[in-house]
């Protein structure tokens, strides 16, 4: 490279459009929209309500219970055309919640460009009863309202671990049988868990999140 005095030849357009181009290139090239997918940057996580209602009896793509729960989430995701991996925010008798899913950032809803922060640190998500939820998760899949008040199956109390009802880890749809839900109204613990648990033959919504 031609230099003169220690330094760059600027008056040569060469040199110049090379600068510009590892200067791009450096900062990823994309601009704003870098390192982002589902309308949000890579280290932030997107939660929705399933558009659509479940009895407590889980089945989905050949699979039951959490297995079932999180092919529910998968569908929803893929119909709303999401990328990302999307679980059930969904305990059993043998797996917390905290346990199952990674939480490294903030959480949101989002509806088209509009992004609506619900939790801003992610030891939060278990601890609504000391920080509550900044909103309410009243969005679905593909970013539109839901009604107030929706019932949400979670099997999980606030601190991410399994609440006093699983519908036998969710394959039961009787009402013998019950499971631990909670509501999207609640920014406390309730959101996971109202302390009321209905029967199995309800039907409910579940809460999505990117992994």
């Known amino acids: ?20 181009l590892i200067f791009v290139s450096s900062c ?30 889980l089945e989905e793509n050949g699979q039951t219970g959490l297995e079932a729960a999180d092919e529910i989430c998968k569908k929803h995701a893929e119909n709303a055309n999401l990328v990302r991996d999307y679980k059930a925010v969904l305990s059993s008798a043998l797996v917390n919640v905290k346990d199952r899913l990674v939480i490294r950032g903030s959480i949101y809803t989002v509806a088209g460009s509009n992004a609506t922060k619900i939790i ?21 899949e593909n970013g539109s309202f839901t009604p107030a008040g929706e019932k949400v199956w979670t099997g999980t109390i606030e601190a991410g671990t399994v609440g006093t009802g699983t519908c036998n880890n969710w394959t039961d749809q009787t009402a013998g049988s019950q499971g631990t839900i909670g509501n999207t109204v609640n920014l406390d613990g309730k959101w996971l868990d109202i302390v009321l648990d209905q029967n199995c033959n309800i039907q409910a919504r579940l809460y999505c999140i990117s992994q």
Do not use: P
């Open 28 to 57: 990823g090239g994309e601009g704003s929209g870098s390192g982002q997918t589902d309308g949000l940057l890579n280290n932030e996580h997107r939660i929705f309500l399933t558009s659509q209602s479940y009895l407590g009896k």
């Open 1 to 20: 490279m031609q230099l003169k005095g220690g330094t760059v030849n600027w008056n040569n357009k060469n040199y110049l459009v090379l600068f510009v």
């Open 120 to 140: 801003e640190n992610s030891v939060d998500i278990w601890d609504a009863d000391s920080t509550n939820l900044l909103n309410s998760i009243d969005r679905d």
